[in-house]
Antibody, heavy 119, light 112 residues
């Protein structure tokens, strides 16, 4: 069974940092592109970042580029998102999601981890 | 930013048919990128509903169908059921946004 479990969310002050993790199981992690998608309170889905299976191709949405860094540890079946210089508008539930064909759809999602940026 | 436009809400009685549109541009849907659909029941994570414009993953009832034409796509739910209440999002790619997967604005489906 494919499982994605996010952790690391919490309350952080503006300008602060947070690292999110996504533990993957039930599939061959190092053959899949992975993504982060976020959802602000009461809002829609927003794609944040993607990383190819070997970390060669990495992309970010414009609003986080230069502040967030996505990386993965294939030996530990783990996807990570380092978030720096956090802003109030980064407040959201952050989901990790698997992309089965690279640059395609997102077939499995984690339950999400909430991030609140507030003083 | 959402570059795919969906109606904010649609509603229907149990058993009825509802459709949700997803309108894009020549840099996303119109450029030939596939459209995918997700269902999100309140308080839960999104779930893949349709992939590759019209394909249902295993376990998704055939009450859900989708199509794509030109710069838009649509999702249809026939035989609406109470459990279909939730938010629905389309998703594609946009060649004007570097590396960007783009989601629709979302549509809330209410079963009357």
């Amino acid at each position: 069974e494919v499982r994605l479990v996010e952790s690391g969310g919490g309350l952080v002050k503006p300008g602060g940092s947070l690292r999110l993790s996504c533990a993957a199981s039930g599939f061959t992690f190092d053959t899949y592109t992975m993504n982060w998608v976020r959802q602000a309170p009461g809002k829609g889905l927003e794609w944040v970042s993607s990383i190819s299976y070997g970390s060669r191709y990495i992309e970010y949405t414009d609003s986080v580029r230069g502040r967030f860094t996505v990386f993965r540890d294939n030996a530990k079946n783990s996807l990570l998102l380092q978030m720096n210089s956090l802003r109030a508008e980064d407040t959201a539930v952050y989901y990790c999601a698997r992309d089965p064909l690279s640059a395609s759809w997102l077939d499995y999602w984690g339950q999400g981890t909430p991030v609140t940026v507030s003083s | 930013q959402s570059v795919l436009t969906q109606p904010p809400s649609v509603s229907g009685a149990p058993g009825q048919r509802v459709t949700i549109s997803c309108t894009g541009t020549s840099s996303n849907i119109g450029a030939g990128y596939d459209v995918h659909w997700y269902q999100q029941v309140p308080g839960t994570a999104p779930k893949l509903l349709i992939y590759g414009n019209r394909n249902r993953p295993a376990g998704v009832p055939d009450r859900f169908s989708a199509s794509k034409s030109g710069t838009s796509a649509s999702l249809a739910i026939t035989g609406l059921q109470a459990e279909d209440e939730g938010d629905y999002y389309c998703q594609s790619f946009d060649s004007s946004l570097r590396g960007s997967r783009v989601f629709g604005t979302g549509t809330k489906v209410t079963v009357l």
